[in-house]
């Protein structure tokens, strides 16, 4: 990754300005998705922001997850009405906003220099700037499980589908839910598909390369639709809550905490909502990485979640840029900790996590310190279809089957790759 010349005027100024006052007066509105766990944190940041800048006023706008939330935070950006600050998927959906004509770089910021580099890399432009700081932990995708269910039932943790399979077999013999599933909130759907990335890579190791040129497709590569058949079995065996289409993102961390269902397929960013809403059944939750074939390697699908990003040509760029350099602080990192507690490794040097962290995350940390981990594949390719949240409630559903939602979703990749331009589209 190339890394342009700092510019040591606007470091210094921000410097500055992180220590003294605004000349005047100013009001941000910082627009975050509505999940819980983020706004509790956004709400915190800019609380701790106004207290060292009691000049500034900052609101924490609400939007939908999910394509309806992509599709409002393409249009502001498109209309130039976009929020001063606002927070976004790094990766793929990232360079899909085009960010080197609509966002602001922030590569200058004096704190840029203690975020890592495997989050800088998923924030970056065409042209080697970087584009966010990072607003949340690493996480993991994988597989929250009830702790009393597994323990009451005598059941291991899965490292294969089969054993995971037969845990819920034995699950719903049991009378309890085998899998939380939330489609009330599409995006929450694509778990199994997406958590599934460790498998395919391990399986097919040059899959990204190969699919981002055209040569390797979902349809085409059985380790790849493995993901949708996972969908379409869970359906077919009866394993889902009854209220499965209706169910939302806080039911599915319900369920899993107070032990209605034993497992929900789910991004370890949740456990946040956990540490929110059900505090006493913190540590009855555990998380493990989705289980492969037998016989392969064991290991978890990692996301480097939101970046925080400043439109190109706001009102209130340089204040926003101050904000976005302030939650790239350890200030900020201590802010998180206090307000949804550690759901897994920081981005921040010199962020250390508690001795004291949930039982969810002491499960996570084993795959990063063993090196048992790969990037999604949005951080590996450009390409991640809008649709896929919406093929996989119709997997899930029962509405398609896994074949035609795999053909159906690389159809849905082939626009957004021509779109960007993509040698071999």
């Avoid at 397929?265 to 006493?280: K, S």
């Avoid at 900790?337 to 940390?365: H, K, N, S, W």
């Avoid at 790969?374 to 951080?379: H, N, S």
């Amino acid at each position: 990754m190339t890394r342009p010349i700092p510019s040591a005027a606007l470091a210094a100024a921000l410097m500055a300005l992180a220590g003294g006052a605004w000349a005047q007066e100013v009001e941000l509105i910082y627009l975050v998705d509505n999940s819980p766990d983020t706004v509790a944190v956004a709400e915190a940041l800019a609380a701790a922001y106004m207290e060292q800048h009691p000049e500034v006023s900052i609101e924490v706008e609400q939007r939908p997850g999910g394509a309806e939330g992509d599709n409002l935070i393409k249009t502001r950006l498109a209309t130039g009405e976009m929020a001063d600050v606002f927070l976004y998927n790094a990766g793929s959906l990232f360079q899909a906003l085009n960010p080197t004509e609509t966002l602001e770089p922030l590569d200058d910021l004096p704190n840029m220099a203690g975020v890592l580099d495997g989050f800088k890399e998923v924030v970056t432009g065409t042209d080697g700037r970087v584009y966010g700081v990072p607003a949340r932990a690493a996480m993991g995708g994988g597989i929250f499980y009830n702790v009393p269910i597994y323990e009451e039932l005598g059941l291991e943790v899965p490292t294969t589908w089969e054993q995971f399979a037969a845990n819920n077999e034995a699950i719903k013999a049991a009378g309890y839910v085998p899998v939380a599933q939330t489609y009330g909130e599409t995006w929450t759907s694509q778990l199994f598909v997406l958590a599934d990335y460790f498998n395919v890579q391990a399986e097919v190791p040059d899959f990204a390369d190969r699919y981002t040129a055209n040569e390797a497709k979902y349809a085409d590569t059985p380790a790849a639709m493995r993901g949708f058949e996972h969908l379409q079995e869970g359906f077919e065996k009866g394993w889902w809550n009854e209220d499965f289409g209706a169910a939302t993102f806080d039911d599915g961390l319900r369920m899993v905490a107070e032990g209605e269902a034993a497992h929900y397929p789910m991004l370890t960013f949740g456990l946040g909502g956990i540490q929110q809403n059900y505090p006493e059944s913190i540590n009855d939750v555990g998380f493990f990485a989705q289980p492969g074939p037998e016989g392969a390697p064991n290991g978890l699908t990692v996301w480097y979640l939101d970046g925080i990003y400043v439109p190109k040509g706001g009102e209130n760029t340089e204040v926003a840029k101050d904000f976005a350099n302030f939650a790239a602080s350890q200030d900020a990192c201590q802010v998180i900790l206090d307000t949804i507690g550690a759901t897994g490794p920081l981005l921040i040097e010199g962020c250390e996590l508690p001795a004291d962290v949930p039982r969810l995350v002491q499960d996570m940390l084993p795959y990063f310190e063993e090196g048992r981990t790969a990037p999604a594949l949005e951080f590996l390719s450009p390409i991640k279809g809008p649709a896929l949240e919406q093929i996989t409630v119709e997997v899930g559903s029962g509405i398609r089957s896994a074949a035609e939602a795999a053909a159906l979703y690389d159809q849905d990749v082939q626009k957004q790759a021509q779109q960007l331009g993509l040698e071999g589209w």
